[in-house]
């Protein structure tokens, strides 16, 4: 007799909850062994176990959202006291996933940038006070560099428009000709 995939799920829907409780007793009788074999399997199929997760949170997302919505909903407040303490327990992981999310690189990544640029801000060179923002073309997404918060806000309050910014220095300038001048 071969397999037959159509049998065996069929079996399997009508036997779910027998098949559960002999696992749930399998692995209560066996914990340790059972967690060992699934450390060993994660770590020999790392890929693999990262493509399924990648798929169950795709095919989840939609029934995630509302249920996460409707918890906020409930207690906002645990929510963001959760989250508080999340991230002051794993600040390398927060940093690394926002850097992920709004920009598309790695913590390594923007450590490699930071040490190219000399551990200082792209633009006026000083050795930042906190944490250098990552600059980024806002059309294309494409990461720039890293800037102090002072250089960073210029360039935004400038809309990245590089005559504007000509413009300013030649006004500064100017206005620095006229002061030496007038003394």
Not at 38 to 50: C, M, P, Q, Y
Not at 67 to 83: F, G, L, V
Not at 173 to 180: S, V, W, Y
Request: net charge positive; proline share 2%; with cysteine.
């Amino acid at each position: 007799m071969s397999y037959d995939p159509e049998y065996h799920r069929r079996y399997r829907e009508l036997h779910r909850e027998r098949i559960h409780e002999k696992k749930r007793q399998e692995y209560l009788s066996n914990k340790e062994t059972v967690k060992a074999r699934s450390r060993d399997w994660a770590v020999k199929n790392k890929d693999r176990k990262l493509a399924t997760a990648a798929d169950y949170r795709e095919r989840k997302r939609e029934q995630r959202l509302v249920y996460m919505k409707e918890r906020y909903q409930r207690n906002p407040q645990r929510h963001i006291s959760a989250m508080s303490a999340w991230r002051k327990a794993n600040p390398e992981l927060y940093r690394e996933q926002y850097l992920r999310a709004t920009f598309g690189i790695s913590l390594s990544a923007y450590n490699a940038l930071l040490v190219q640029q000399g551990g200082v801000c792209a633009i006026c060179k000083t050795t930042p006070k906190t944490v250098l923002a990552v600059d980024h073309d806002h059309d294309s997404g494409e990461v720039r560099g890293l800037l102090c918060s002072s250089c960073n806000t210029g360039l935004g309050h400038f809309n990245d428009d590089s005559r504007r910014m000509r413009c300013a220095v030649e006004y500064l300038e100017a206005a620095i000709k006229h002061k030496e001048i007038a003394v």
